[in-house]
Nanobody, 119 residues
Framework: QVQLVESGGGLVQAGGSLRLSCAASGLTFTRYSMGWFRQAPGQEREFVGRSSWNGGNTHYADSVKGRFTISRDTVKNTVYLQMNSLKPEDTAVYLC????????????WGQGTQVTVSS
């Protein structure tokens, strides 16, 4: 079974940092692009960023570009979302997703981890 488990969420003051982790199992990690999404109550799910299947390139939403960084550890089968300069509008449930190679159909999803940024 494919399983994605996010961790690292929590409460943080605006301007602070958090690093989210997404541990993947049940898939060949190096064959999957990994993505991060977020969703706030009453809001549509929003794309945050992605890392290509080979980790060679990343892409970010404009709203987080320059503040968030995605990296992946193929040994630990884990993708990270380093979030710096957090803003209250970053408050959301953050979810990781996996998609084969570069399809970006996001076939698998984690349960999410809450990130709350206070003013």
């Amino acid at each position: 079974q494919v399983q994605l488990v996010e961790s690292g969420g929590g409460l943080v003051q605006a301007g602070g940092s958090l690093r989210l982790s997404c541990a993947a199992s049940g898939l060949t990690f190096t064959r999957y692009s990994m993505g991060w999404f977020r969703q706030a109550p009453g809001q549509e799910r929003e794309f945050v960023g992605r890392s290509s299947w080979n980790g060679g390139n990343t892409h970010y939403a404009d709203s987080v570009k320059g503040r968030f960084t995605i990296s992946r550890d193929t040994v630990k089968n884990t993708v990270y979302l380093q979030m710096n300069s957090l803003k209250p509008e970053d408050t959301a449930v953050y979810l990781c997703a996996a998609s084969q190679y570069s399809d970006y159909s996001w076939d698998y999803w984690g349960q999410g981890t809450q990130v709350t940024v206070s003013s």
